[in-house]
Nanobody, 121 residues
Framework: QVQLVESGGGLVQPGGSLRLSCAASGSIVSINRMGWYRQAPGKQRELVAAFTSGGSTNYADFLKGRFTLSREYTKNTVYLQMNSLKPEDTAVYYC???????????????WGQGTQVTVSS
């Protein structure tokens, strides 16, 4: 089994910062794409930022440089540093990773349980 455990969400005032963490654990051979999505009430889940299979990073256009994605390969962990937060960033943030497990030749997508980020004064 593979687990993605997220942490770091919470309530923050507009203009503030939060850092989300996502740690993958289990019978992991390799992790390919890994990153963050978010879903606001009444909206579809959307990409925030993710590492691609080629090692580069995709960021959503709406971020405009406010968020930074980083990764610790040895810990199977990704971080999302969120600065200059706005009320419209309020959403549940989900970690996603494409993982190849021990004994399984194909990688599969896994999701974390989500962490709430609320930006409000």
């Amino acid at each position: 089994q593979v687990q993605l455990v997220e942490s770091g969400g919470g309530l923050v005032q507009p203009g503030g910062s939060l850092r989300l963490s996502c740690a993958a654990s289990g019978s992991i051979v390799s992790i390919n794409r890994m990153g963050w999505y978010r879903q606001a009430p009444g909206k579809q889940r959307e990409l925030v930022a993710a590492f691609t299979s080629g090692g580069s990073t995709n960021y959503a256009d709406f971020l405009k440089g406010r968020f930074t994605l980083s990764r610790e390969y040895t810990k199977n962990t990704v971080y999302l540093q969120m600065n200059s937060l706005k009320p419209e960033d309020t959403a549940v943030y989900y970690c996603n990773a494409f993982v190849r497990r021990v004994g399984v030749p194909t990688e599969y997508s896994h999701w974390g349980q989500g962490t709430q980020v609320t930006v409000s004064s």
